[in-house]
């Protein structure tokens, strides 16, 4: 073991003394402290890989010591050097994280495991928090130390490397997305990720999107055209929205998945490929399968895996970290200085329900940072949808904020409003009226939350 710092401390100076000589043979630095507040101080001043520390000693005794270092959120291993009197306590001492106990009067060699073993334990915990921050700094962009979402990473380091199907479900906003990349980060395949959005592509290209399509096979394939599945060989196809494909597109889905085999529109030569497949929805997919939208036998062939998203609103202690992540990009961005978040607007976050999560906090944060003037966001500028119990009402039309995405948002549920009322909740007649295809106002219902008001 190479040569480490260690701190003895001891109010008797003959202890001091022979430490200090087992531990320098063993090719450490020692220093001494005469008791446990000096030992804070002399802490504070320098780094020290080992505490060795009596137990009674005058002013701050040895387990004082530990609790402070704990206290302090150090994890600096300490071993406590006890009377036979006092072994009781040094055990209670180790609940608390002493890392070993030595008995007095003690042999040298028993002084010398009992260091070696706890350098070595704490090299080793070292060394596993390294590893474990490394291999997640590569695949892991989700902010949020909550419980619900320590499963989240928990879950996607163990299945990213199986090559196994993923089925993820979470509401609209909870980080579908960032999961599937993330899967496909940890994979370690060397292909692309590759994301389709089913609901977003007119069912009629759908097919030849994913499959790709020879030139000539029908009118307007001008020339040949590589497919998404050929596009992820070796990579990840992540489709989202699935329980938006027409069912007859399901099947061949089904297929593809099967047979490993892919063959594009108007050619009969099949092409192997090695494709990871994650699959999106914020529908509940086992209630897909029962309404019939979601093929059974696709759904088993997708889920081999399950991954919930939790909503936002589910993990409350995230979304102060959250709001300061996204104000410290914005405003990084706008190359303006980091505004503080006032208590209030903390509370003001913290209770609200949050229908589009993680993407609808990120507009409000973008939003606030615009209407915000000082170095701190109150919770007037944090414009949280009509539904917010405290919002005033005159702020949504006050035309401070220029953030284009959510005024156009907002002027598209508006129009798809009105347009579904004077429709008589018709939604081909609304569509027309709004001259998109009825597929994109479906896709626009379903993201708006408008699915339940409109029928
Ligand atoms: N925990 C998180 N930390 C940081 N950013 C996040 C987190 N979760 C989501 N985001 C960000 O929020 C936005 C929405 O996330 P994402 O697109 O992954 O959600 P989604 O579940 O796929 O949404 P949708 O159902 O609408 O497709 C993205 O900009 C993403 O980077
Ligand atoms: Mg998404």
């Not at 199907?165 to 960032?178: M, N």
């Not at 047979?259 to 509940?284: F, H, M, T, W, Y």
């Not at 919930?308 to 990084?332: G, N, S």
Request: aromatic share 6%.
């Amino acid at each position: 073991m190479t040569h480490k710092n260690i701190l003895v401390v001891d109010d008797e100076a003959k202890m001091q003394r022979i430490l200090e000589i087992v531990l320098r043979q063993m090719g450490h630095s020692v220093t001494c402290a005469g008791d446990g507040r000096e030992a804070l101080t002399i802490l504070e001043q320098a780094h020290f890989d080992l505490v060795v520390t009596d137990m009674k000693m005058p002013r701050l005794d040895g387990v004082g010591l530990l609790r402070a270092l704990r206290g302090q959120g150090s994890d600096i291993p300490v071993i406590m050097i006890t009377a036979f009197a006092t072994v009781e306590t040094a055990v209670e001492a180790m609940k608390e994280g002493a890392s070993d106990y030595i008995i007095r009067p003690f042999k040298n060699e028993v002084v010398v495991n009992a260091v070696q073993r706890a350098l070595k334990m704490s090299q080793i915990q070292s060394q596993n928090r390294f590893l474990k921050n490394e291999l997640d700094s590569e695949w892991n962009e989700f902010v949020g130390e909550s419980r619900p979402m320590q499963g989240v990473y928990q879950a996607i380091r163990q299945v990213a490397p199986t090559n196994a199907s993923v089925f993820i479900h979470g509401e609209t906003g909870a980080g579908k997305e960032l999961a599937a990349r993330g899967i496909h980060k940890a994979s370690g395949r060397s292909g692309l990720f590759v994301p389709v959005n089913c609901a977003a592509i007119p069912e009629e290209m759908l097919e030849s999107q994913l499959f790709g399509y020879k030139k000539g096979a029908f009118t307007g394939a001008h020339k040949d055209h590589v497919g998404k599945f050929e596009l992820a060989d070796e990579g990840t196809l992540f489709l989202d929205e699935i329980t938006e494909m027409p069912l007859n597109l399901q099947s061949k889905l089904l297929r593809v998945l099967q047979e490993n085999q892919v063959e594009k529109l108007g050619s009969n030569q099949p092409v192997n490929i090695d494709v990871r497949i994650i699959a999106a929805s914020n529908r509940d997919p086992l209630q897909a399968v029962e309404e019939k939208i979601l093929r059974e036998d696709l759904y088993y062939r997708l889920n081999v895996f399950s991954l919930v998203l939790p909503p936002l609103r589910d993990r409350e202690a995230d979304i102060a970290l959250l709001a300061h992540h996204f104000l410290e990009q914005k405003a990084a961005r706008l190359g303006r200085p980091v505004p503080r978040l006032s208590a209030p607007a903390i509370a003001r976050l913290s209770a609200y329900h949050w229908p589009g999560n993680v993407r609808e906090l990120e507009n409000v944060i973008e939003r606030a940072l615009i209407l915000c003037t000082g170095d701190t966001v109150e919770p007037d500028s944090l414009l949280t949808g009509g539904s917010a119990p405290s919002q005033p009402e005159e702020e949504t039309d006050s035309g401070a904020s220029l953030a284009l995405q959510p005024q156009v948002e907002q002027l598209e549920r508006q129009l798809i409003v009105e347009a579904l009322a004077q429709a008589d909740n018709n939604k081909s007649v609304a569509a027309r009226k709004l001259e998109v295809s009825e597929r994109t106002l479906w896709y626009k219902i379903k993201k708006y939350g408008l699915g339940r008001e409109s029928g």
